[in-house]
């Protein structure tokens, strides 16, 4: 063995490191600000989805069950589907729901339709005033229903539309927010492509249904959810525009459950699962669109 084998110092063992805790940019969180912040994320979510959790436990629960029990009891004892039969009895709900359906229906396309039309028109074609017709679908923006009411009452009672569902459409057939949502998403989109189009001899419609409208699904699926919640949560208009009780919305007869002097807490948590199942439904079925937003334009190979 030689001299210097003998005189070589033992190795250290390597230490192991603690994994770094990183966030989506590669900068290193402490502990403790990730237990904050999923401390708040779980008071937020508690905050929304508690209310409707706890609504969906009250409408499983029978009528031998206290829901003012103290503590109160989260989980239903004896689980029924009761309540949602005493729904139907009690009001026409189905028919209810279809007219709301119809209503939300035809609010989304026409947002739809309209709000890629205008968007389109205002974000890529050349014309004068485009500016102003812009500033003026922001300035409709701060306008609040509540002050043109009146006026859009009148309007349909010229028009002959009073206690029909195509009265309750029009006043939300297209929306600001949604023609600008629209607007930004062209906006967005790499003006070489269009370019491209156009020296292929592609006119204005050929771009807007060919290259600009497939590039914009997931602002086209949030104008459809805007569109169809409006028009499915909406109360106070179909409420003054409608007084045939066959033509009501489901909002207006869900308002029927409450009784005069005494509600069943039980019945009016069934029928407000009711109105947000469509909703849920809506939501699952374009969420992969959705999150996608207004930044989707981009080029794709």
């Not at 309007?155 to 057939?173: A, F, H, K, Q």
């Not at 249904?209 to 699904?217: C, G, T």
Request: one cysteine or more; a positive charge; aromatic letters at 10%.
């Amino acid at each position: 063995m030689s001299v210097l084998e003998k005189t070589r110092a033992p190795e250290k063992p390597a230490v192991a490191r603690e994994p770094r805790v990183t966030d989506e940019h590669g900068r290193r969180v402490r502990v403790g600000e990730l237990v904050l912040r999923y401390v708040l994320l779980l008071a937020v979510l508690a905050l929304t989805i508690g209310p409707f959790l706890w609504q969906l436990s009250t409408s499983l629960k029978g009528p031998t069950e206290d829901i003012y029990s103290s503590p109160p009891t989260f989980l239903p004892g004896d689980p029924t589907l009761h309540n949602y039969a005493r729904v139907a009895d009690t009001i026409p709900v189905w028919d209810y729901a279809l007219n709301s359906l119809k209503v939300a229906t035809a609010n989304v396309v026409t947002n739809c339709v309209g709000s890629a039309l205008a968007g389109y028109a205002l974000a890529r074609l050349r014309y004068r005033g485009r500016r102003v017709a812009t500033l003026a679908f922001i300035l409709a923006m701060l306008v609040p229903v509540e002050g043109i009411i009146i006026a859009q009452f009148t309007t349909m009672r010229e028009l002959g539309l009073n206690n029909t569902l195509i009265g309750v459409v029009l006043p939300g057939c297209i929306g600001a927010m949604n023609v600008l949502l629209m607007r930004n998403a062209f906006l967005n989109l790499p003006y070489e492509i269009e370019e491209a189009a156009f020296v292929d001899g592609a006119n204005a419609w050929q771009r807007f249904l060919r290259i600009a409208l497939p590039s914009v699904k997931g602002t086209l699926a949030v104008v459809a959810i805007f569109a169809f919640m409006g028009a499915w949560d909406d109360f106070l208009w179909p409420l003054i525009v409608l007084s045939d009780p066959s033509k009501f919305t489901l909002t207006i007869g869900l308002n029927y459950l409450h009784g005069t002097f005494a509600n069943d807490e039980r019945l009016v948590a069934a029928g407000t699962i009711i109105a947000v199942a469509p909703l849920i439904a809506l939501f699952a079925c374009l969420q992969r669109y959705f999150f996608r937003g207004v930044g989707e334009g981009a080029v794709k190979g």
